[in-house]
């Protein structure tokens, strides 16, 4: 079946860094992106998303400038939170949908970020 | 008003017993709908898709009303595995994105 492998699983980063977050499509063409954002006890709320080639859409309220998203190929998207800060601390997961659209979307195994 | 409502929980229930969960969405031009189990610290699964005439799987039955904006869960003879949070999704205007509750906690205890 179709498998999203996301990297990293978690990591831990200094405040004022930046971190990169890897998904990538293993056995299909990822033609939408989607990333989520997780903070515990609350439901997966979508950040932005992506089409392959083209700049991604943000969701209201989050900061295009501070979550940079790539998808640059059918194969790879990825999130960089840059200049991290505490209140970015999260379980970030990217949702892959192939050709087709709305149909068979395929989660990455998320990245639980904490910023100190 | 949030865009999927769920009872969050927790549902304790002894093994075997059956155990029903209910979810509501707010917009009426959603088109696909389904039901997902994430486990802690994990990535959702897709349990089941929801389909308007009710569907089927084993011990877990969904049933869609359109009119009511109203999707229900249902687990039969429930097994200490199926300890989890259940995630409502509705896919929004766009069709593509998915729209996530809260997840409803349900643990089966021995």
């Known amino acids: 079946g179709a498998v999203v492998s996301q990297h990293p699983s978690w990591v831990i980063c200094k405040s004022g860094t930046s971190v990169k977050i890897e998904c990538r499509s293993l056995?299909?063409?990822?033609?939408?992106m989607f990333w989520y954002r997780q903070f515990p006890k609350q439901s997966l709320m979508l950040m932005a998303t992506?089409?392959?080639?083209?700049?991604?859409?943000?969701e209201q309220g989050v900061e295009k400038d501070k979550f940079l998203i790539n998808h640059a190929s059918l194969t790879l998207s990825t999130l960089t939170v840059t200049s991290a800060h505490p209140e970015d601390s999260s379980f970030y997961i990217c949702?892959?949908?192939?050709?087709?659209?709305?149909?068979?979307?395929?989660f990455g195994s998320g990245t639980r970020l904490t910023v100190v | 008003r949030k865009e999927v409502e769920q009872d969050p929980g927790p549902f304790n229930v002894p093994e075997g017993a059956t155990v029903a969960f209910n979810c509501t969405y707010s917009?009426?031009?959603?088109?696909?709908f389904f039901w997902y189990r994430q486990d802690c610290r994990k990535e959702p699964k897709l349990l089941m898709s929801?389909?308007?005439s009710g569907n089927e799987d084993g011990r877990f039955t969904a049933q869609l009303n359109r009119a009511s904006q109203y999707i229900s869960l249902l687990i039969r003879d429930s097994k200490l595995s199926d300890s989890a949070t259940y995630l409502c999704?509705?896919?929004?205007?766009?069709?593509?994105?998915?729209?996530f509750g809260k997840g409803t906690s349900l643990l089966v205890t021995p």
């Open positions: 949702s892959a949908s192939g050709t087709g659209g709305n149909y068979g979307y395929t």
């Open positions: 056995d299909f063409q990822a033609t939408t």
């Open positions: 992506s089409n392959e080639g083209s700049k991604a859409t943000y």
């Open positions: 917009n009426s031009a959603s088109q696909s």
């Open positions: 929801v389909y308007s």
């Open positions: 999704v509705v896919t929004g205007d766009s069709g593509y994105a998915l729209n």
